[in-house]
């Protein structure tokens, strides 16, 4: 993401008139999450700069904030663990700062994840999205238990991290969204670090597949769409969407995308 993330961290970038973080932080809080703890490398400090101790978008609920460090990039699972005594015995939805989930529908994935969750009596639930065989090996790709829809959500009985695309389970990928109970922080201290020294959330959840609790999977819905920031296709991707979403703003980005894709634009 370089040039732009030379002196700004990615999450810090604009998206429309917001930042991606304020965008994540507006999903979370649509969905009742009130308390968020932020995990942060020392050399981003302007992320807690950014935001302070609280967050509220204009006419929604405020959302406390919270921060802990992970001094070096030991993966996703060394960060969730810097949550256990923060998170304090209960369920803690997990969210990638560097993804946004587009979705207009009534009932957004976290919602019905929330809803899987407690329905289910799971140790565990995973955001997953349909992606091309051929973008398999990408991905965190789950195994399901039996044979599911593209719609509902389905159990687990493990993941497999970035298949060849004859060996994967499915083409449901791991979208950047978990709830995840107490028995995690478990599994994961219990976890060998990979080479490159990294504790990983997805080996962590498998392992709570395999082991229980139950792990199930919730798809996102046509017209859902998660979009990697952190990548400059998907980035730019996600600001002409907010650009154009934008009912005060948004106008002229409504018009200038019009006029480029009339004929002869």
Request: glycine residues 10%.
């Amino acid at each position: 993401m370089r040039p732009l993330t030379l002196t700004t961290p990615k999450e810090l970038l604009p998206l429309g008139r917001r930042l991606v973080l304020q965008v994540v932080l507006a999903e979370l809080a649509t969905a009742g999450v009130r308390r968020v703890l932020i995990i942060v490398s020392p050399q981003k400090p302007q992320i807690q700069a950014a935001l302070g101790s609280s967050w509220r978008e204009e006419g929604g609920e405020c959302v406390e904030l919270e921060y802990a460090v992970q001094p070096e990039p030991r993966g996703s699972g060394d960060a969730v663990l810097r949550a256990e005594e923060w998170a304090a015995g209960e369920p803690v939805v997990v969210a990638f700062g560097d993804c946004v989930i587009a979705a207009g529908s009534a009932e957004p994935p976290l919602l019905r994840m929330q809803r899987c969750y407690s329905a289910n009596g799971a140790g565990a639930v995973v955001l997953v999205e349909v992606v091309p065989a051929e973008h398999v090996s990408r991905y965190g790709i789950v195994r399901p238990m039996d044979v599911v829809s593209a719609a509902d959500p389905f159990l687990l009985s493990g993941l497999v991290e970035k298949p060849m695309p004859l060996e994967a389970p499915s083409n449901f990928a791991v979208s950047a969204r978990f709830i995840v109970g107490p028995g995690i922080y478990t599994a994961l201290r219990a976890q060998t670090p990979d080479f490159r020294g990294e504790t990983n959330l997805t080996e962590a959840i498998a392992t709570t597949a395999h082991e229980g609790p139950p792990v199930w999977a919730v798809p996102l819905r046509s017209g859902e769409e998660r979009l990697d920031t952190g990548a400059f296709d998907g980035y730019l991707a996600a600001f002409v969407r907010h650009a154009m979403q934008d009912e005060a703003a948004g106008g002229r980005a409504r018009e200038e995308a019009a006029r480029l894709l009339a004929p002869g634009g």
